[in-house]
């Protein structure tokens, strides 16, 4: 599974942004998918996550500001940035983990990342 990223930008703070993750097949069975982000000189860190039963969880950094969601038309999710502020600078990927029922194994996979520069 190949994972596509887009939506990022430059943004003034206090502005929005949507970011989309599409997948290049339909997966059938997925544990969770979620955002990563890493700044520069930083470690990549998760920012929101979203299980198969629609649970979400999300860094307490970005609580109130940022709304996961499946987004099944491309059999992805999507990430809705408000409020955003200069430290939300970050190439930003996204990350499903699913199960594999021809290898009968747990993978995961990684979308090549969006840059998303806020400006004060």
């Known amino acids: 599974v190949q994972l596509q990223a887009s939506g990022g930008g430059l943004v003034q703070a206090g502005g929005s942004l949507r970011l989309s993750c599409a997948a290049s097949e339909r997966i059938l069975s997925i544990n969770d998918m979620a955002w990563y982000r890493q700044a520069p000189g930083k470690q990549r860190e998760l920012v929101a996550s979203?299980?198969?039963?629609?649970?979400?969880n999300y860094a307490d950094s970005v609580k109130g500001r940022f709304t996961i969601s499946n987004d099944t038309a491309n059999n992805g999710v999507s990430l809705q940035m408000d409020s955003l502020k200069p430290e939300d600078t970050a190439v930003y990927y996204c990350h499903v983990d699913y199960f594999d029922f021809i290898l009968q194994m747990t993978r995961n996979s990684w979308g090549q990342g969006t840059l998303v520069t806020v400006s004060s």
């Open positions: 979203i299980e198969s039963g629609g649970g979400t």
